[in-house]
Nanobody, 130 residues
Framework: QVQLAESGGGLVQPGGSLRLSCAAS????????MGWFRQAPGKEREFVATIKWNDEDTYYADSVKGRFTISRDSAKSTVYLQMNGLKPEDTALYYCASDRRERHWLPSRYRQNLSEYDNWGQGTQVTVSS
């Protein structure tokens, strides 16, 4: 079992930037693909981005492509989400989670399925407002 703890959220003006962190503990981090997700008030949780366990590939939701960048540092057991060009519609609680299976990279048609991930963190709030 792995424990995930998100941090780095806050209040930012439209067009601003934030970097979220997700620190993992409790098991080997480097052999699991990781994902970021978000949930806005009154809406369902949605996929944002995912990174392959060996750092060789990434995949993004269309809504954040070109603005957000996911990365990982296996030495620190941490995955990051750099968010640039933030918009009010990016306001949400942001979560990280891990792929259910070790050394696994989902086919692209499944990467946005929340059911393929587990070990959800508690989330960090991002608010984009002037």
């Amino acid at each position: 079992q792995v424990q995930l703890a998100e941090s780095g959220g806050g209040l930012v003006q439209p067009g601003g930037s934030l970097r979220l962190s997700c620190a993992a503990s409790g098991r080997t981090f480097s052999t699991y693909s990781m994902g970021w997700f978000r949930q806005a008030p009154g809406k369902e949780r949605e996929f944002v981005a995912t990174i392959k366990w060996n750092d060789e590939d990434t995949y993004y939701a269309d809504s954040v492509k070109g603005r957000f960048t996911i990365s990982r540092d296996s030495a620190k057991s941490t995955v990051y989400l750099q968010m640039n060009g933030l918009k009010p519609e990016d306001t949400a609680l942001y979560y990280c989670a891990s792929d259910r299976r070790e050394r696994h990279w989902l086919p692209s048609r499944y990467r946005q399925n929340l059911s393929e991930y587990d070990n959800w963190g508690q989330g960090t709030q991002v608010t984009v407002s002037s």
